[in-house]
């Protein structure tokens, strides 16, 4: 099966008709260029920087679709195709060309990342009218979109992790966007550091594939996969899961993502749904012939995967900050995505139809949090809210056709592609089928609870504003997007899902769908009746909780499970307490050795040399004399020997 | 007569020259001690010349006064400056370089 798989997955074919695909480096670098002119511009470019910017994620979006349509035009068999834009590194046999593969997967995310983040610039535009460095930040947002370009375009592991790179690079320039709070600077620096963690398991695992294959592009290692060694593909699989963590926050190096929202809102947004946390994801599914040659480490994908999703719900169960709320659903939801990653071709097609589906509820709620922030002069404490469903209808429509998909309501984008992944868990089989299916269900209620808290919180019941707060609908710029993206909230994932649309599309990478669509089926079946049902207990609890009694302005104390969720269930305590305090004593450690032994060492040799010294000077007495009566003994003491060495 | 009687005196009076650069203070002494010894290194070439029947020995013993007369030259010359400035011929005294 695999060995099938993986023989219509790796024929590529080279882009040389000259076509829309032999450009396809134009996505990258339309967006690069758009930062580049931005960067380099300065102040010149502040007046038309922006729409510039805007212009440049269009272009790429347009491009992308254009793509999209020649590759619809060619066989399914032939729509993988390699790209040579010119070569990278050359040395001995270590050989590395700059190539992008375009295919269905790479130019869904493509599609994904340009459209979705077309849409965050123009948002971005109304959001940061008022601020003095807004030419900057849409030229890291550009920069953004072309290192996510990168990442998902890439033809081998090495221009992945050039992407991989970028998008760590410009993540830490737009969480630390407001670097002048220290908070975020502080936010910055620990998503980097994070990520780094991540980083050293991605660059050790193309290290090992390099020594295993001799190459580190993705079609000959994938065909070489079953010849090597199941402990090899084993490390590689597990090292691939440490980076795709770092990068899509799932445990444990999730720490760094509910600090990020540190970042103006937008990034949030573009961080949480078109670009960086889908990467891990991204990374999995594409590496999947290695994690197919490694069920070891495929189980630990999908234990990761369910341990996320549940650890994010429940933290986005007791957040009382909106963008927090929102970013431990963002961890739950690429739970999801990781743990159908993990379960090998037959959850591949749900993990990116979910993704999808995903970065467009995500980023609108996103959207919609920062329109609300700013109305409520940058208010976030969702206690503060309340009742705002009349005073901004757009935001409550958007945000609620959002919210009706993230929580599976029937027939909406959520609950097709969250369904497919439940689908896929169960019909995994076994026991871990069983196990990981009933975690998807229970996080399905979750997911109700916590999104249904936010939503009654924020718009309904009553106001429990600042003195100072005016409410106001926001500019066109930032509304519009919104729209666009609460229609893709409700429709798009029946577009995708349908008759598995997607899942024939992507089937060259990731293989075929392995059953009919069955919309009676995925109705009736008891899982999915059990996560409506338990869907329908979480929005009537919140509904009692937070709609129809009172809610306190300051948070009641709450119970123990609610203070851990607070405390982000001890994860940054976790992390001072096992890495970063050992790490501070080891630096002071060195520092007291260094200090100590290696000065002292060669202080003392100086110490003793000047000593030595202060002692042979006394020798020289200045006494003419003296030197004279040296001088005939020393003459003396030659002469004898001579005398004694000629004699002897 | 005996070459060796030369060397033994020759020997008698290098001595004399060396005891008399160790313990004189006077610059002037101390230089005519010098001599002394050099005179008595010349006797010695001579000596060990007629000795072997060799004729480097003389050679050396013209490049001896050639070099001593030069020495002389410069040596009175700094003796006449130190003492110019510091009222004094004490070799003991041109200690500047210690301090």
């Known amino acids: 099966m695999t060995s099938m798989l993986a023989a219509d997955v790796h024929a590529v074919t080279t882009a040389a008709d000259g076509g829309v695909l ?57 729509r993988s195709v390699s790209v040579h834009v010119y070569q990278w590194i050359k040395v001995g046999g270590f050989d590395i060309d700059l190539s992008l593969l375009v295919d269905p997967l790479s130019i869904t995310f493509a599609l994904l990342i340009t459209g979705v983040g077309s849409l965050i610039h123009i948002y971005s535009v109304g959001y940061m009218a008022h601020d003095e460095n807004r030419r900057r930040f849409f030229a890291y947002l550009n920069l953004f979109v072309a290192a996510m370009l990168v990442l998902v375009l890439a033809d081998n592991y090495a221009v992945l992790f050039l992407g ?24 910055a620096k620990k998503a980097f550091l994070i990520n780094r963690v991540g980083d050293i398991g991605l660059l050790v695992s193309i290290m090992l594939l390099f020594t295993t294959f001799g190459t580190v592009a993705f079609s000959p290692v994938f065909g070489a996969v079953d010849g090597a060694g199941q402990g090899v593909m084993t490390a590689v699989g597990l090292l691939l899961l440490l980076g795709a963590c770092g990068k899509s926050a799932q445990l444990p190096l999730q720490a760094w993502l509910l600090d990020a929202m540190e970042g103006p809102t937008p990034v949030s947004a573009l961080i949480h749904a078109a670009t960086m946390v889908t990467a891990g994801v991204y990374l999995i599914v594409r590496s999947g ?12 994908v999908t234990i990761v995967g369910a341990a996320t999703l549940l650890a994010g719900a429940i933290i986005g169960c007791a957040k009382d900050d909106i963008k927090k709320a929102l970013a431990g659903s963002t961890m739950s939801q690429i739970g999801y995505m990781t743990l159908a990653a993990g379960l090998g ?26 329109s609300v922030m700013h109305a409520m002069n940058d208010e976030v404490d969702m206690r503060r809210y309340g009742g705002l469903r009349t005073v901004m209808p757009v935001t ?32 995994s089989g076994g026991l871990t089928g069983q196990i990981l299916g009933w975690v998807t269900v229970l996080g399905a209620g979750l997911t109700a609870f916590y999104m249904s808290r936010i939503m009654f919180l924020t718009f309904f019941g009553e106001k429990r504003w600042a003195e100072d707060a005016h409410p106001h609908e926001s500019p066109t710029t930032m509304t519009v997007p919104m729209i666009v993206l609460a229609v893709g909230s409700v429709a798009l994932g029946a577009v995708l899902v349908v008759n598995y649309t997607l899942a024939h599309f992507l089937a060259p990478v990731v293989g075929a769908p392995h059953h009919e669509f069955d919309l009676v089926h995925m109705l009736t079946s008891p899982y999915s009746l059990a996560a409506l049902a338990l869907m329908v207990v979480g929005v009537g609890y919140a509904w009692l909780r937070y709609a129809r009694s009172e809610v306190p302005v300051t948070a009641p104390k709450g119970n123990f499970i609610t203070v ?55 020798m020289q007495t200045g006494f003419a004399r003296s030197y004279a009566l040296t001088m005939l003994f020393g003459a003396a003491v030659v002469l004898a020997t001579t005398l004694g060495v000629n004699l002897a | 007569m005996d070459p060796m009687n030369y060397i033994v005196l020759a020997a008698i009076v290098f001595t004399i020259g060396a ?13 005519m001690c010098v001599e002394l010894m050099l005179n008595a290194c010349n006797l010695a070439f001579v000596a060990f010349s007629r000795m072997h029947g060799g004729i480097e020995g003389q050679v050396i013993a013209f490049f001896v006064m050639v070099v001593a007369a030069a020495e002389v030259v410069v040596g009175l010359a700094i003796i006449m400056q130190i003492f110019r400035t510091r009222r004094s011929a004490s070799i003991d005294d041109a200690n500047l370089l210690k301090n």
Do not use: C
Not at chain 1, 170 to 178: H, R
């Open chain 1, 22 to 78: 032999s450009y396809a480096w134009l996505m990258i670098a339309l967006p690069l260029l758009g930062a580049a002119v931005l960067l380099l511009g300065g102040r010149r470019t502040n007046a038309w920087g922006h729409w510039l910017a805007i212009a440049a994620a269009l272009a790429s979006f347009v491009w992308a679709v254009l793509s999209l349509v020649q590759l619809l035009g060619r066989t399914p068999e032939e």
């Open chain 1, 164 to 187: 991989w790179e970028g998008v760590g690079l410009a993540s830490y320039l737009l969480i630390g966007f407001w670097q002048h709070k220290p908070s975020a600077a502080v936010a």
């Open chain 1, 289 to 300: 012939p290695i994690f197919e040659a490694a069920p070891t480490a495929q189980l630990v």
């Open chain 1, 345 to 370: 071709p037959i959850g591949y097609a749900a993990a990116i139809a979910h993704l999808v589906t995903h970065g467009f509820f995500k980023a609108g709620l996103f959207l919609g949090a920062g």
């Open chain 1, 396 to 427: 409550f429509a958007t945000f609620g056709a959002g919210y009706l998909a993230i929580i599976g309501v029937p027939f909406l984008s959520g609950w097709w592609t969250k369904e497919g992944i439940i689908q896929a868990a169960f019909d």
């Open chain 1, 564 to 618: 851990a969720a607070r405390e982000e269930l001890y994860g940054n305590a976790i992390n001072e307490g096992l890495f970063m305090r050992p790490g501070q004593q080891l630096t002071r450690a060195a520092v007291a050795f260094d200090d100590h032994a290696v000065d002292g060492v060669v202080n003392g040799v100086a110490r003793s040399v000047r000593a030595a010294s202060e002692n042979l000077r006394l």
């Open chain 2, 19 to 31: 005891v008399g650069v160790l313990v004189r203070r006077n610059a002037i002494i101390v230089f």
